[in-house]
């Protein structure tokens, strides 16, 4: 899901989840400044892969993705954004 933006990001950027601590679904935004090879996925404590939210090439812009999570139960996760070389993780927490 893209969101609607003529400006063309300079640097690939990771955003906190939000909202954060979240129940049951939260937003998560990137931007990237030219196309890539995309991946976004979600991990548990251990390091378990739990979701892949985007998996695909996209062209330079700004996205948001919601991860829904109500079949999961509270805890720390972890998202990791790859996009060619650049590899970023982030917390989130999920209170039910």
């Known amino acids: 899901k893209q969101i609607e933006s003529n400006i063309v990001p300079t640097e690939i ?3 906190q989840n939000y909202p954060n601590p979240f129940n049951p679904s939260t937003f998560i935004q990137y931007s990237i400044p030219a196309q890539a090879e995309v991946t976004l996925k979600v991990y548990d404590i251990l390091g378990s892969e739990i ?3 985007v ?3 996209q062209n330079a812009g ?7 999570a109500s079949r999961l ?10 996009a060619g070389d650049f590899i970023q993780t982030k ?3 999920l209170l039910k």
């Open 73 to 82: 139960s509270s805890g720390i996760y972890f998202y990791t954004l790859k």
């Open 51 to 53: 979701a892949t939210l």
């Open 91 to 93: 917390k989130m927490i």
């Open 13 to 15: 950027e990771l955003s």
């Open 62 to 68: 700004q996205y948001k993705v919601d991860f829904d």
């Open 55 to 57: 998996n695909l090439t």
